[in-house]
Nanobody, 128 residues
Framework: QVQLVESGGGSVQPGGSLKLSCATS????????IAWFRQAPGKEREGVSC?????????YYADSVKGRFITSRDTPKGPVYLQMNSIKPEDTGVYYC????????????????????WGQGTQVTVSS
């Protein structure tokens, strides 16, 4: 059974940092990509970052977070992390990790439809 479980969300002030974790089980991470999405109140869910584990941990980022967020993993079996730095109020939302194909356009495009399994999400609130 495929499972993804996010943790590490919370409240943070603008300019601060937060590190989210995505624990995975039930599938082989080596053949997959893991993306982080977020959904702000009243907005569509959008892709934030993606790591293609199958493709030597190649990473992709949305323009809005490039240079501020880093996605990585420390061990072959994960977890997959999202290090959030220089956080802005517009980073507020529920953050989800999702599992998708290891190759192809899923990771570079972070298209929601390409990701097969999702976690339950973790809330990140940015306020002063």
């Amino acid at each position: 059974q495929v499972q993804l479980v996010e943790s590490g969300g919370g409240s943070v002030q603008p300019g601060g940092s937060l590190k989210l974790s995505c624990a995975t089980s039930g599938f082989t991470l080596d053949y997959s990509s893991i993306a982080w999405f977020r959904q702000a109140p009243g907005k569509e869910r959008e892709g934030v970052s993606c790591i293609s584990v199958a493709d030597n941990d190649l990473t992709y980022y949305a323009d809005s977070v490039k240079g501020r967020f880093i996605t990585s993993r420390d061990t072959p079996k994960g977890p997959v992390y999202l290090q959030m730095n220089s956080i802005k109020p517009e980073d507020t939302g529920v953050y989800y990790c999702a599992e998708g194909p290891g190759y192809g356009s899923a990771c570079p495009t972070m298209s929601r439809a390409a990701f097969r399994s999702w976690g339950q999400g973790t809330q990140v609130t940015v306020s002063s």
